[in-house]
C-alpha cells in the first residue's frame, strides 16, 4: 500500500524559496503511468492544485504557479519535490502530496494523500 | 479554466437520510475525468470516485456518482454517522485540474 510523507519548513520568509519533499512508501516512484502531485489548501478555504510530474520526468503545472513552480523526482530516494519561489502571505497553506495512475484511457486521480504539511509565510 | 460549482453548501441531515451533493462545471469536462473528495477535520481529503461513476478501492457502496458533461451527482444512500465531512469535486479532464468549493454535510 502506498504511503506518502511531506516534509519541509513550517515558516519561510517572505520572497524566499519554498522547498518541500514527499517521500514514497510502498510503491515506486517510477511505476509505470504514476504521476506525482502537489496540492495546497489555504487555511479554512479549498483546494488548488499546484502541478505533477510523470513517472517519465515530464511535468505539468498549474497556468496561475507555473512561473514560480519546480517539480523534481529523485528516484534513489523515492521521493519527489516542490519547489516554489518567491513566496508571499498568499502562499499560506497546508501543502498535500499525492498519486495519481494512468491506465490507458482511465485515470484515477489523487489517491492516496500525505497527511499535509502546513507552510506559513512570514517574516 | 474550468470552472466547478457546488450546490449546496451545507447539507443539514440525519443519519440514515440520503445526501444529493451536485457539481456543475463552466465547460464540459473532458471523458468524465470527474472525482469526488471527503475531507474531515484535520485530515487530508480521500478520493472516493473518479470517472464520475467508479468507486474508488475500499470505498463502500453507499457511496454514488453520477453525471456527464456538466453536471455531476454525489449520492450517500444512507448517511452514517462517520459521513458527516466537506466533499469537494474535482476535474481532471482539462488544465489546470480545478476543485469545487465544496459541500459541507452536517448533523441535523
Known amino acids: 500500500q502506498v504511503q506518502l510523507q511531506e516534509s519541509g519548513p513550517g515558516l519561510v520568509k517572505p520572497s524566499q524559496t519554498l522547498s518541500l519533499t514527499c517521500t514514497v512508501s510502498?510503491?515506486?516512484?517510477?511505476?509505470?503511468?504514476?504521476?506525482w502531485t502537489w496540492i495546497r489548501q489555504h487555511p479554512g478555504k479549498g483546494l488548488e492544485w499546484i502541478g505533477y510530474?510523470?513517472?517519465?520526468?515530464?511535468?505539468h503545472y498549474n497556468p496561475s504557479l507555473e512561473s514560480r513552480i519546480t517539480i523534481s523526482l529523485d528516484t534513489s530516494k523515492n521521493q519527489f519535490s516542490l519547489k516554489l519561489s518567491a513566496m508571499t502571505a498568499a502562499d499560506t497553506a497546508v501543502y498535500y502530496c499525492?498519486?495519481?495512475?494512468?491506465?490507458?484511457?482511465?485515470?484515477?486521480?489523487?489517491?492516496?494523500w500525505g497527511q499535509g504539511t502546513l507552510v506559513t509565510v512570514s517574516s | 479554466e474550468n470552472v466547478l460549482t457546488q450546490s449546496p453548501g451545507t447539507l443539514s441531515l440525519s443519519a440514515g437520510e440520503r445526501a444529493t451533493l451536485s457539481c456543475r462545471a463552466s465547460?464540459?469536462?473532458?471523458?468524465?475525468?470527474l472525482a469526488w473528495y471527503q475531507q474531515k477535520p484535520g485530515q487530508a481529503p480521500r478520493l472516493l470516485i473518479y470517472?464520475?461513476?467508479s468507486r474508488a478501492t475500499g470505498i463502500p457502496d453507499r457511496f454514488s456518482g453520477s453525471g456527464s458533461g456538466t453536471d455531476f451527482t454525489l449520492t450517500i444512500s444512507r448517511l452514517e454517522p462517520e459521513d458527516f465531512a466537506v466533499y469537494y469535486c474535482?476535474?481532471?479532464?482539462?488544465?489546470?485540474?480545478?476543485f469545487g468549493q465544496g459541500t459541507k454535510v452536517e448533523i441535523k
Open positions: 499525492s498519486r495519481g495512475v494512468w491506465y490507458g484511457a482511465q485515470v484515477v486521480p489523487f489517491d492516496p
Open positions: 510502498g510503491g515506486s516512484i517510477s511505476s509505470s503511468g504514476s504521476y
Open positions: 510530474i510523470y513517472y517519465t520526468g515530464s511535468t
Open positions: 465547460q464540459s469536462v473532458s471523458s468524465s475525468f
Open positions: 470517472g464520475a461513476s
Open positions: 474535482q476535474q481532471y479532464g482539462g488544465s489546470p485540474w480545478t
